[in-house]
Each structure stands twice: as structure tokens, then as C-alpha cells.
């Protein structure tokens, strides 16, 4: 018979299922963490269990925050079973669970509760995952978004925040008014720099309610860069009946991930420290730029590539796109011709290697992934992960016919049917306008679609890069999506 996860279940957990290796009352808040979803809980929640099960930093424990409904339905479903989470590793050669019980509370999810939360002295750390679409980043100037709706109303109102960086700040200029030390802000995100984009988001925002904030955010708080890495797809009723059948306990918010995880950060934190994470397996490093580059343009750009492929020919799951041939060979052709030769060396790092280790985590079936999670909000995506390779490689001579056939299969995606005349589903912010621009691209105005300012900058003016996509888009229209790939993987 399953057993309902609470504290009570976990002297009696089934048989193969790992608990905490620690007396979970001993744990007190350090962290407060924006944005309780699936990989923070599979990622950072399993490094910080771990470094409790050996007796060390029990007061980093985390408490969870956040505004929006979906928060506020995670946190219900949390407190009913008092913060535990079942993390399910999708190992090909064996499936294996545990629970993790490093999270103590959730703020209410309200503006307040949450403020209040960042401000308590005993929280050393805020960390966050947003999402890419979160942190008000403006494409053109890659700064703050400062005319966002929501960043002019946090700049009029300090005292009543939208944001979760509006919050921050809030929570800032509480404990520097009663002279507690400030929290590090720690991103959680696949952003290129991370740190410092939140460093310029927070700076950015105090600018503009209180420039003596926003200089005392700049000396005095830090941003450290970091790199995360663990493939965690949504949690559905088949995740749920997995949890319950196969491992006898019943969750209501059960994690699926693959085996893997990395955490590189940059060791540069703030006065009140950091949880020893190298114990268990997180890397600490002076620079994490060239880690996070090689994840960003290997694994998120590999993603891409492989996302709007395998839509238009038709896959639902990432394993089976990786099974077909035009989409293996499609990936491994563009990310070793011309994603990693913009890549720096990193010592003790073989590309190679790291390249084959990403094909066959795309190819595990058991972890379940969707073509539709890969291809979700393209507009934010792709200037983070395929755009800035684009523009190393213009700068440096060389050419960019296989990048610019990965934007011109997003506008073919965009499009809206695949090859077979299917439609597919909007699932982006800015639907509308990329597909009636994709319409346009199709119909001889490639130009239509370049010229998307807020995706594409001044980069859909490059003469290089706009011939290369013209001509990438027309083989698409013209000889199909199969063909064209074929002939960039021969080539």
C-alpha cells in the first residue's frame, strides 16, 4: 500500500527509497529561493540534501517564495506533505528515488510574506529561477528593460513591488536600514553571465527609485556567476503513478530528472558566506564564463536545434528525435562545425567528450522530455542560445550557414503546420506576430522576420547572416525540411 509523503513516513519509507540522512529539525532558514519549480528542486534541493546528510551548513536550509499562481499551487501542494519531495533519477540501466528534505517553509504567496522572507537576518541567500523570460532583460541594449509595465510600477511604488527584483529590493533597503548585512543574489537561470545580469537588473531597477541604493547595491551586494545543468521535465499523472507504483509513496509533487547534475559557480560571495557545495560534487571556480558558455551553446543550443527539427518532422519526444538519423546528424554537424570552434579551451575539458555526453542525454528515453518544452518560448530563447554564436562567429569571418538554418527552422516552425500539415500549437508570448512575420519570410520577405528588433537587435541587418538565412529558408519551403538537413549534415 503507498504511503503518504509527510515527516511521519520517513522512518518507514519503502524499501530502495533513500530519506534524509539528518534530523530535519536541526535545519534552519539561509536561503530563500524565487521560483519552487521542478529543477530547483532537482538540482539545487538535492546538492544542499546531500550536504546536510553529512552534517554540514544545516542553517542554509531553504524556504521557498514566490507571487505568482502557479507558486501559490506549489506551495500547497508542499505544505500538505511539510516540504519533502520525492526526486526520481532516470537512469537507463535502473530507475532509483529519494527524498529530499532541505526546504523548511514557503512564504506565503503574497508580496509581503516574501519581502519579509528576503529580510529576515537569518536568510544569507536569495537564489532564483525565473525562467530566460523573467529577468526584463532588453534585447537591444541587453540591459534593463527599464519600460517594461512592470519595472515603471516598481519604480513609482517601492513599497508595493510586482517583481520578484522589485522585492529584492525592498528587502535590501530593510536590512540596510536596520544594519543587517546584505543577502548574496544568487541566479539559478540559463543566462549567459547570470550574476551579472541580476547584478544589472537589481542595480538597474534601485536606479531608478533611489540612486544611493543603487550605488550601495553595487558596492556592497554580491552576484556571483553560475552555471546549472540537470535535464527535469514537468511533472504530469504519469510522473505521479511512477512515484506511487513503482516506488509506493504517494507525492504530490514528485521530481523526475536525468542522472546528471553539475553546479559551477564563481566562488564570490558575499560577508554572510556560503554552504560547503564542493563536498558534494558543485565546482568553485574564479570564472565560470567558459563553463557556462560551453553548456549554453553545446547543451541549450543543441536543444534548439534539435527542437524545431524534430517538431517539423513530426517527434513529440526528444529521445525519439534523437533516434532519427536527419536529427542526430543534423545536431552533431552543427555543433561541432560551428558552435564549438567559438569555444575557448578549458583545461582539463575535452569538447568531444562533453559534445557526445549531451547527444546521449538527449537520447535517454527514460527521462521523457518533449519536443514541445524544447521549442517553448523561442523569442526569449534564442537570443541567449543561438543568437550571440551567431555574432562570434560574423566577428571572426566565419560562416554561419548552419546557425542560420536553426533560426530559419524556428521560422518555419513558426509557421505553424510542420511538414506533414499538422498545426502546431502557439507556445510563445509573441505567437501572433512571429508567425504572421514567418508568413511574410515564406512568401519572399525573409527580411520580414530578420527585422524583429526585440529577438534579433541589429543582427537581422548583417548582409551575411540575413543571405545565409534567406537561403536556408527558401531550401526549407522549397525542398523540405529532410532534404535541407541532409544536405548542411553531408555537406
Not at 517583481?163 to 541566479?187: D, N
Not at 538565412?469 to 526549407?476: H, I, P
Amino acid at each position: 500500500m503507498p504511503i503518504e509523503l509527510n515527516d511521519g513516513a520517513l522512518g518507514r519509507l519503502p524499501a530502495g527509497v533513500q530519506g534524509p540522512a539528518y534530523d530535519r529539525s536541526a535545519l534552519a532558514p539561509g536561503i530563500v529561493h524565487l521560483g519552487v519549480g521542478n529543477f530547483h528542486r532537482a538540482h539545487m534541493g538535492v546538492y544542499l540534501d546531500a550536504l546536510f546528510g553529512r552534517g554540514r551548513d544545516q542553517a542554509f536550509a531553504i524556504t521557498g517564495a514566490g507571487v505568482r499562481a502557479a507558486d501559490a499551487a506549489m506551495r500547497e501542494r508542499l505544505s500538505a506533505q511539510d516540504f519533502l519531495t520525492t526526486v526520481v533519477e532516470l537512469d537507463p540501466s535502473g530507475l532509483s528515488a529519494r527524498v529530499t528534505g532541505g526546504m523548511v517553509g514557503f512564504a506565503a504567496v503574497e508580496a509581503e510574506a516574501t519581502v519579509a522572507a528576503m529580510a529576515d537576518p537569518r536568510t544569507r541567500i536569495v537564489s532564483l529561477t525565473v525562467t530566460e523570460g523573467g529577468w526584463f532583460v532588453d534585447a537591444e541594449t541587453d540591459g534593463l528593460a527599464a519600460d517594461h509595465p512592470d519595472i515603471r510600477a516598481d519604480a513609482a511604488a517601492q513599497d508595493a513591488p510586482r517583481t520578484a527584483f522589485g522585492m529584492i529590493l525592498l528587502a535590501l533597503r530593510r536590512r540596510r536600514a536596520a544594519g543587517v548585512a546584505p543577502f548574496t543574489v544568487l541566479s539559478c537561470d540559463n543566462l549567459p553571465h547570470n550574476g551579472a545580469v541580476a547584478r544589472r537588473t537589481v542595480a538597474g531597477l534601485a536606479r531608478l527609485q533611489d540612486g544611493g541604493l543603487a550605488d550601495w547595491v553595487e558596492a556592497e551586494v554580491a552576484f556571483p556567476d553560475s552555471m546549472v545543468d540537470c535535464i527535469t521535465p514537468a511533472t504530469s499523472e504519469r510522473e505521479r503513478a511512477l512515484v506511487r507504483d513503482r516506488f509506493g509513496i504517494v507525492d504530490r509533487a514528485p521530481v523526475v530528472c536525468e542522472p546528471f547534475r553539475q553546479w559551477v559557480l564563481e566562488d564570490r560571495f558575499g560577508p554572510l558566506g556560503r554552504p560547503a557545495l564542493e563536498e558534494v560534487g558543485a565546482e568553485f571556480v574564479p570564472h565560470v564564463a567558459p563553463y557556462e558558455l560551453m553548456k549554453l551553446r553545446i547543451l541549450n543550443g543543441g536543444h534548439a536545434a534539435i527542437a524545431y527539427a524534430g517538431a517539423l518532422l513530426g517527434h513529440h519526444f526528444v529521445h525519439d528525435a534523437m533516434a532519427d538519423r536527419r536529427v542526430a546528424a543534423w545536431l552533431d554537424a552543427l555543433t561541432r562545425r560551428e558552435i564549438q570552434p567559438t569555444l575557448r579551451p578549458i583545461a582539463g575539458v575535452s569538447y568531444d567528450a562533453y559534445r557526445a555526453l549531451i547527444a546521449r542525454r538527449f537520447a535517454n528515453p527514460e527521462v521523457g522530455d518533449t519536443i514541445p518544452r524544447l521549442a517553448l518560448d523561442g523569442s526569449n530563447r534564442q537570443p541567449k542560445f543561438i543568437l550571440p554564436t551567431v555574432r562570434d562567429r560574423l566577428a571572426a569571418g566565419a560562416g554561419v550557414e548552419g546557425l542560420a538554418l536553426e533560426v530559419a527552422l524556428w521560422a518555419r516552425y513558426c509557421a505553424g503546420t510542420d511538414e506533414s500539415g499538422r498545426a502546431i500549437a502557439p507556445n510563445d508570448d509573441h505567437a501572433a506576430d512571429l508567425k504572421a512575420r514567418a508568413l511574410r519570410a515564406r512568401g519572399g520577405e525573409p527580411a520580414a522576420f530578420l527585422s524583429n528588433a526585440r529577438v534579433f537587435g541589429d543582427l537581422g541587418a548583417d548582409l551575411r547572416f540575413a543571405g545565409a538565412f534567406g537561403a536556408a529558408l527558401a531550401a526549407l519551403w522549397g525542398g523540405g525540411v529532410e532534404r535541407t538537413l541532409a544536405a548542411y549534415a553531408g555537406g
